[in-house]
């Protein structure tokens, strides 16, 4: 049986209020261009990673004004289940995409993301940047998280 790959999450250069997105996997493929209103979605990304990574489920949205895609993290166990909800601005979220995956093949690509996008150079009129108290306290916890599933797994295939 193939593998699945691990998510990829590429979050673009901003402008003028705008992100270019890219989410793949293996068997979905997803680009649009997201807005920063009516809040920051990267500050909320942020904070579901946090959320998730304390086996709290979380979500966050990306607005492209009037549609909406939500990004939905479901700890159990082992492992963290994405989803991904596409809306027209209605109540109604319709599922296009989920994925089951531990935690270097879903926590680690999107935090990556989020602290590559950290170091891009723009204007405060193009987007605003990741609270640094929240990206700290993310990285403290994929630190953790990173030694503690590197122990367990070296242990178990021993």
């Excluded at 807005?35 to 607005?63: G, H, Y």
């Excluded at 990004?71 to 995409?97: A, C, G, M, R, V």
């Excluded at 605003?128 to 403290?140: D, F, G, H, P, V």
């Amino acid at each position: 049986m193939k593998k699945k790959k691990d998510i990829e999450l590429n979050l673009g250069k901003p402008h003028h209020g705008w992100v270019p997105i890219e989410f793949k996997s293996d068997e979905f493929e997803l680009s649009f261009i997201s807005s920063k209103i009516p809040e920051s979605p990267t500050d909320k990304m942020c904070d579901a990673l946090i959320l998730c990574l304390n086996n709290v489920e979380s979500e966050f949205r990306w607005n492209l004004e009037p549609d909406i895609y939500f990004f939905k993290l479901t700890p159990k166990e082992n492992l963290i289940n994405i989803s991904i909800s596409q809306s027209n601005s209605s109540e109604i979220k319709d599922l296009i995409y989920e994925f089951d995956g531990d935690f270097n093949s879903v926590i680690l690509p999107m935090y990556r993301s989020l602290k590559e996008f950290d170091t891009l150079e723009y204007g405060q009129a193009d987007w605003i940047k990741i609270e640094q108290t929240r990206l700290n306290k993310l990285t403290a916890l994929v630190t953790d998280k990173k030694t503690a599933y590197n122990k367990s797994n070296r242990c178990t295939s021993l």
